[in-house]
């Protein structure tokens, strides 16, 4: 079963404006994290935000904010006053269960492709 | 502060040739990861290592070997390169409070 689902493939946004990009996760474990990670065409994978399952406010780096809302298990990602900047793959991503040997196991979902238009 | 380094950045194989992937790390993180990234899919983990001197299998091992060389260095090894190996191959390494994940650059792997 897929634990991270994204189900736009792409999205368009207008330069300014604010766009959000759906995330749902399924889990069954009490304490998880939620990130968030941009890929742009030159293909490294940036860290934008983090949202813990125990954390009671919403995540927020500048222009990014997490949408977290745990009963429906989602973790929306919006982008306020979208730039150019921001047209790339956004990958959202969760750090489950403890793996066998330490760390922890984190699963990404399959990336939204965002569009900014002029 | 470099972050995490991987060479090559680009690779091309003939089928059956051996190669390792180089990653490190100078942000002091006790795990690192190797994942691959195919053509309209997110990442998948290859294996990894979650403090010096331990490695173990993720979701996607079969093919590969790895070393954690110490705690900077953490090498992925392709003994006998398959076509299904041409992928992307990124490295990560954690901190602990959040396990959030930094990426290296990643290296394109073209398998003939």
Not at chain 1, 51 to 67: H, K, M, V
Not at chain 2, 12 to 27: N, Y
Request: proline share 3%.
């Amino acid at each position: 079963a897929q634990k991270i689902t994204q189900t736009q493939p792409g999205m368009f946004v207008q330069e300014k404006e604010a766009v959000t990009l759906d995330c749902t996760y399924d889990t069954s474990d009490q304490s998880y994290g939620l990130f968030w990670y941009k890929q742009p065409s030159s293909g490294e994978m940036i860290f934008l935000i983090y949202q813990g399952s125990y954390d009671e406010q919403n995540a927020t780096e500048g222009r990014y904010s997490l949408n977290f809302q745990k009963a429906r298990k989602s973790a929306n990602l919006v982008i306020s006053a979208s730039q150019l900047g921001d047209s790339a793959m956004y990958f959202c991503a969760m750090r489950e269960g403890a793996l066998n040997t330490g760390g922890f196991k984190t699963i990404f979902g399959a990336g939204t492709r965002l569009f900014v238009k002029a | 502060n470099a972050g995490v380094t991987q060479t090559p950045k680009f690779q091309v194989l003939k089928t059956g040739q051996s190669m390792t992937l180089q990653c490190a790390q100078d942000m002091n993180h006790n795990s690192m990861y190797w994942y691959r990234q195919d053509p309209g899919m997110g990442l998948r983990l290859i294996y990894y290592s979650a403090s010096e001197g331990t490695t173990d299998k993720g979701e996607v091992p079969n093919g590969y070997n790895v070393s954690r060389l110490n705690k900077r260095e953490f090498s992925l090894r392709l003994e006998s390169a398959a076509p299904s190996q041409t992928s992307v191959y990124f490295c990560a390494s954690s901190e602990g409070t959040t396990d959030t994940q930094y990426f290296g650059p990643g290296t394109r792997l073209t398998v003939l």
